[in-house]
T-cell receptor, first 111, second 116 residues
């Protein structure tokens, strides 16, 4: 069935360094790929998304890249700050109504 | 504008009990969905609705019922709670365009359910 795999499951970086999280998806028909940030005790919050007709999208320190041929997409966070510490989820939309999520990456930014 | 509101925030049930998790949104979103979040498994779709009167099953629908009588509300019912349903439940909503394109989800703050 449709699935999304996310790596790594945990990531620890020094403040100011970059962080990269990678996801792969199974359905080549998927056309929408969002990223969510979840802080402790809260619901996931959309931070950036990309559609299949675009290869890269950037919003300040956050960027997402998409390789449709290889069926993978990545989240890049530059100049990381302690407040970037959270769990990050990638997702892919299947059949327009079925959003599948990766298992999550716990990012820790050490001051 | 409250966004997506879920109640209760915490609940403990005994095996076999029933209950309803409430979800309401005030953004006039057509699309609403329920997810459960378990450690190491991300979020898994339980049920979703593309508009009032329309519901459909997601990845893990067994043991749950939903209905959508209004655009604003999308309650999730557990008919006979089991320990396997211990989880954190999130409701989400999204604007869906006339072309059937979903936009980013807005999530509620979650309901932590424990079944003993």
């Amino acid at each position: 069935g449709e699935n999304v795999e996310q790596h790594p499951s945990t990531l620890s970086v020094q403040e100011g360094d970059s962080a990269v999280i990678k996801c792969t998806y199974s359905d080549s028909a998927s056309n929408y790929f969002p990223w969510y940030k979840q802080e402790l005790g809260k619901g996931p919050q959309l931070i950036i998304d990309i559609r299949s007709n675009v290869g890269e999208k950037k919003d300040q320190r956050i960027a997402v890249t998409l390789n449709k041929t290889a069926k993978h997409f990545s989240l890049h966070i530059t100049e990381t700050q302690p407040e970037d510490s959270a769990v990050y989820f990638c997702a892919a939309l299947f059949n327009n109504n079925d959003m599948r999520f990766g298992a999550g990456t716990r990012l820790t930014v050490k001051p | 504008n409250a966004g997506v509101t879920q109640t209760p925030k915490f609940q403990v049930l005994k095996t076999g009990q029933s209950m309803t998790l409430q979800c309401a949104q005030d953004m006039n979103h057509e699309y609403m969905s329920w997810y459960r979040q378990d450690p190491g498994m991300g979020l898994r779709l339980i049920h979703y609705s593309v508009g009032a009167g329309i519901t459909d099953q997601g990845e893990v629908p067994n043991g749950y019922n939903v209905s959508r009588s209004t655009t604003e509300d999308f309650p999730l019912r557990l008919l006979s709670a089991a320990p396997s349903q211990t989880s954190v439940y999130f409701c989400a909503s999204s604007y869906e365009s006339s072309a059937g394109t979903n936009y980013g989800y807005t999530f509620g703050s979650g309901t932590r359910l424990t079944v003993v």
